[in-house]
C-alpha cells in the first residue's frame, strides 16, 4: 500500500491481485450473493485508491481493508433493509452458485462421493454462517478466513478483543449447535422457519 501511496506504477494492480479473491469471499459470506460481493469489493477498491495520498499505516493493510469492507457490508445490507439471502433450506439461490475458479477444481483423485461430501459439507456450514447476526459472522471470517487476532478483528470491528473473544466464543456455540446433528449422523441440521 506504501508503495500504491508513493505512486509506483503497478502497485495497485498487484495489490488488487492479492486480496480480491478473499475480500470477495469475506463480503460473499457478509451479503449472500456473490455478484453483490463482487460489486462491493469495487467498492472496497475504489475507496483504497483514492484515499491511497494520505494512507498512514497505523495497523496491518489488511485490517484497513476488511475495516471498508465490513463498513460497507453492514451499510449495503441496512439500505436494502434485509438480512443476507442465503437460503434456509439448504439449497443454494441462483446468485450464490458459481462456477469453481481454477484453483478450486476437484482433483481427479477424489472420488465423486468425497466430493459430493465437500460441497455438502460447504453448504452446510454456508447455511449454518447465515444463522449467526451479522458481528458474529464477521468475527468468525476473518478469525477463520484471514487468521485475525482478537486484537486485529476488534480493530475491524471496533470493539475491544476481549469483546471479540466473548463474540467468537459465542458464535462457535452457535455453529456447535447447528453442525452438531450433521456431524454427529450426518443429517442436515434444522433451519429456522
Known sequence: ???????VPGAFEQLVQRYQD???GILFHLIGSREEAEDLSQEVMLRIYKARKGYRPRARFSTWLFTIANNLALNHLRSKGRHPSISMSG????SQTAAPSPGQIPSKDITASAQLRKIELSEIVRDALA?????????VLL???EDMS???IGGVMNRSPAAVKSLLARARNELREKLEPYLSAGER????D
Not at 439449497?91 to 441462483?94: D, E, Q, R
Not at 444463522?131 to 468475527?139: F, H, I, P, S, T
Not at 441440521?189 to 429456522?192: C, D, G, Q, V
Open 189 to 192: 441440521p434444522p433451519m429456522p
Open 143 to 145: 478469525n477463520k478466513f
Open 1 to 7: 500500500m506504501l508503495q500504491v501511496r508513493d505512486g
Open 22 to 24: 478473499r475480500l470477495v
Open 150 to 152: 482478537y486484537a486485529e
Open 91 to 94: 439449497g443454494s439461490t441462483s
Open 131 to 139: 444463522v449467526l447476526g451479522e458481528d458474529q459472522r464477521m468475527a
